[in-house]
């Protein structure tokens, strides 16, 4: 064999090597993303978790530690509330109502959730009833979560708004 075949042998081994190495470093990152989107999944399903106990909870502690420290909640009938301390500090005065009404039934349906980076969207309906009506009541709700340096994720802007017709908020599964 002579010394260009040589070469040419050489440099193709090379190549072979490299995109070798090239293609387990793409299928690592790919693994990497898809471990991190389960990660995030994870995540997401355990506030939904926290979301519901904390509501069926009454209280505005437990409710608390779903908020971002920027998050916006938008309800009918109600200003706009700005920052996790005013949402805070709304749903304490609430809790010291001796007359309010206590949370029965408390049931999201989750219709879509979209991961895009540190940012979540999510849309769905929900049932709700408390001790004030014997009717269970629904609704609809968009939210935006923000994952927390820690992994978690916490909700950084709600909005929630009730529907007179159950069929404007169509559930499997609604409070009785």
């Keep these: 064999m002579n010394d ?6 050489v440099v193709g081994q090379v190549l072979v090597v490299g995109l070798a ?13 898809n471990d991190a989107m389960q990660e995030a999944k994870r ?11 904390a509501t069926l ?6 409710l608390a530690r779903l908020w971002d420290n920027d998050a916006v ?7 706009v509330e700005v920052g996790k301390a005013t949402i805070f500090a709304n749903d304490k005065r609430w809790e010291a109502k001796a007359d309010r009404p206590k949370t029965l039934c ?9 991961i895009a980076g540190d940012w979540a969207f999510e849309w769905g309906y929900i049932s709700y009833r408390d001790s004030s009506n014997a009717k269970p009541m629904r609704g609809k ?8 340096p820690d992994g978690s ?3 950084a802007r709600v909005i929630v708004f009730n529907e007179e017709k159950e069929s404007a908020a169509p559930m499997s599964n609604p409070c009785q």
């Excluded at 909870?57 to 437990?62: G, L, T, V």
């Excluded at 968009?142 to 927390?148: A, F, G, I, T």
Aim: aromatic share 4%; hydrophobic share 45%.
């Design 141 to 148: 709700m968009l939210r935006v979560m923000k994952r927390q």
């Design 106 to 114: 408390y049931k999201p349906e989750i219709k879509d959730v979209q």
């Design 57 to 62: 909870s009454d209280s505005a502690d437990e």
């Design 21 to 33: 190495a090239a293609l387990i470093a793409a299928l690592a990152v790919g693994a990497h993303e």
């Design 43 to 53: 995540q997401i399903e355990l506030l939904h978790d926290q979301d519901v106990k």
């Design 4 to 9: 260009v075949s040589s070469r040419v042998i």
């Design 73 to 79: 909640r938008i309800q009918p009938s109600s200003p």
């Design 153 to 155: 994720w916490k909700f």
